[in-house]
C-alpha cells in the first residue's frame, strides 16, 4: 500500500495541532485569546476540541467569529493595535493615515483594523488608506459588520500562522 506524500509543513501544522488539542483548557483559551481576544470566542473553540484536522478548526473559527455578540466584538476589537506602516514610509503617508486613525476612532470608538495578509508593504499601505477612507463612509452598523469581518480575517491569520509555526507575519493587521 503506498504511503502518502507529505510535505514539510504536514508534520509541523500536524504535531502543533496535536498539542493545541491536548494542551490544558486555559493553555488553549491563552492560545486563541492571542490570535482574537473574546473570551467567549475562544472558550467556545476551546471546549470543542479536539479537531482533526486545521481546516476543520479554521471552520469553527469562522463560525465561532460570525456569531459574536455586540459585547464579545467590543471586548475583540479593543484590545486590536493599529497596522504598523513600512519603515520608509514616506512622512505625508504617515500624517494621512494618523488622520484618518484618529477620524474612525473618534466616529466609531474602536481601532481600525484590516486584514492585509499576503500583500507587499507598499500594496498593504494602499489598501489599508482605501479601506480607511471607505469604511469611514459606513454607519455604525456596516461598520461593526465590517469590522467584524476583518476580525475575523485576522483571527484565521494568525491562528493559522501559530498553529503552523510561521510566526507573525508583518502587517497582519
Same mark, same amino acid.
Given at each position: 500500500?503506498?504511503?502518502? =506524500?507529505?510535505? +514539510?509543513?504536514? $508534520?509541523?501544522?500536524? &504535531?502543533? #495541532? *496535536?498539542?493545541?488539542?491536548? /494542551?490544558?483548557? @486555559?493553555?488553549?483559551?491563552?492560545?486563541?485569546?492571542?490570535?482574537?481576544?473574546?473570551?467567549?470566542?475562544?472558550?467556545?473553540? =476551546?471546549?470543542? +476540541?479536539?479537531? $482533526?484536522?486545521?481546516? &476543520?478548526? #479554521? *471552520?469553527?473559527?469562522?463560525? /465561532?467569529?460570525? @456569531?459574536?455578540?455586540?459585547?464579545?466584538?467590543?471586548?475583540?476589537?479593543?484590545?486590536?493595535?493599529?497596522?504598523?506602516?513600512?519603515?520608509?514610509?514616506?512622512?505625508?503617508?504617515?500624517?494621512?493615515?494618523?488622520? *484618518?486613525?484618529?477620524?474612525?476612532?473618534?466616529?466609531?470608538?474602536?481601532?481600525?483594523?484590516?486584514?492585509?495578509?499576503?500583500?507587499?508593504?507598499?500594496?498593504?499601505?494602499?489598501?489599508?488608506?482605501?479601506?480607511?477612507?471607505?469604511?469611514?463612509?459606513?454607519?455604525?452598523?456596516?461598520?461593526?459588520?465590517?469590522?467584524?469581518?476583518?476580525?475575523?480575517?485576522?483571527?484565521?491569520?494568525?491562528?493559522?500562522?501559530?498553529?503552523?509555526?510561521?510566526?507573525?507575519?508583518?502587517?497582519?493587521?
Amino acid at each position: 500500500m503506498p504511503v502518502p =506524500a507529505q510535505t +514539510r509543513a504536514t $508534520p509541523v501544522a500536524a &504535531s502543533s #495541532l *496535536a498539542r493545541f488539542n491536548a /494542551a490544558p483548557a @486555559d493553555e488553549a483559551v491563552g492560545t486563541l485569546l492571542s490570535c482574537l481576544n473574546s473570551r467567549h470566542w475562544a472558550h467556545r473553540l =476551546a471546549s470543542h +476540541r479536539p479537531y $482533526p484536522d486545521l481546516p &476543520s478548526l #479554521l *471552520a469553527a473559527a469562522d463560525e /465561532a467569529a460570525y @456569531d459574536l455578540p455586540p459585547g464579545d466584538l467590543a471586548e475583540a476589537l479593543a484590545a486590536e493595535t493599529l497596522p504598523a506602516l513600512p519603515e520608509d514610509t514616506y512622512a505625508a503617508a504617515h500624517t494621512a493615515l494618523s488622520a *484618518a486613525y484618529t477620524a474612525y476612532e473618534a466616529r466609531f470608538g474602536h481601532a481600525f483594523v484590516i486584514c492585509v495578509e499576503g500583500m507587499a508593504a507598499h500594496e498593504a499601505l494602499d489598501h489599508v488608506l482605501t479601506g480607511i477612507r471607505s469604511r469611514l463612509a459606513n454607519d455604525p452598523d456596516e461598520e461593526r459588520l465590517a469590522a467584524a469581518d476583518e476580525l475575523r480575517r485576522l483571527a484565521r491569520t494568525r491562528l493559522t500562522d501559530t498553529l503552523t509555526g510561521a510566526g507573525e507575519r508583518a502587517g497582519d493587521h
